[in-house]
């Protein structure tokens, strides 16, 4: 799954998460899990919690590239 860091932070800033930005900085601009896994499970992102905080947060588009 891809998915622009613009587009997460948001998500997780809906979410009442304030340190989004700083937890995203080092990844690329376009997130892919696979390549970005352990990034992403290092800031406790797996895919699953991913997932569902993406559906959760209601961002609109195609957020399963």
Known sequence: MKIGKSQLAQ???AQG???ADSKLA?????????RDAGALEGIG????????????????GNLWA
Do not use: F, S
């Not at 080092?26 to 696979?34: N, Q």
């Not at 992102?45 to 609109?60: H, I, P, Q, W, Y």
């Open 11 to 13: 998500v997780l800033e």
């Open 17 to 19: 998460d304030p340190d």
């Open 26 to 34: 080092a990844l690329p601009d376009e997130i892919d899990t696979e």
């Open 45 to 60: 992102l797996d895919e699953e919690t991913l997932r569902a905080k993406l559906a959760a947060g209601g961002v609109g």
